[in-house]
């Protein structure tokens, strides 16, 4: 079965920097397009970042644009989130998910697989 397995939350300072990593089994991983959400206590679901396929589009929120990096390894079945410049309200449980179809996607009904997300905590 398809598994989405994320990596590399935990307590930061802010101004501070994590790197998540999410791996995927059960799935031809070339051929999903990739995505981060992220829901913080009492609030919905939200959009981080995506990445086609091969890596050639990416598409961020507004509020993490130039602060965080979206990238994959289809060699290894990973998708990364590179997050510097962390502020508290950055504070989440992130989540990684699987698009079939290869795109860029940016609502969550449009994801077929998702992990069981990392919690990302900054301190301010």
């Known amino acids: 079965q398809v598994q989405l397995v994320e990596s590399g939350g935990g307590l930061v300072q802010a101004g501070g920097s994590l790197r998540l990593s999410c791996a995927a089994s059960g799935l031809t991983f070339r051929s999903y397009g990739m995505g981060w959400f992220r829901q913080a206590p009492g609030k919905e679901r939200e959009f981080v970042a995506t990445i086609s396929q091969y890596g050639g589009i990416t598409y961020y929120s507004d509020s993490v644009k130039g602060r965080f990096t979206i990238s994959r390894d289809n060699g290894k079945n990973t998708v990364y989130l590179q997050m510097n410049s962390l502020k508290a309200e950055d504070t989440a449980v992130y989540s990684c998910?699987?698009?079939?179809?290869?795109?860029?996607?940016?609502?969550?009904?449009?994801?077929?697989?998702w992990g069981q997300g990392t919690q990302v905590t900054v301190s301010s």
């Open positions: 998910a699987a698009a079939a179809g290869g795109g860029v996607r940016r609502a969550s009904y449009e994801y077929n697989y």
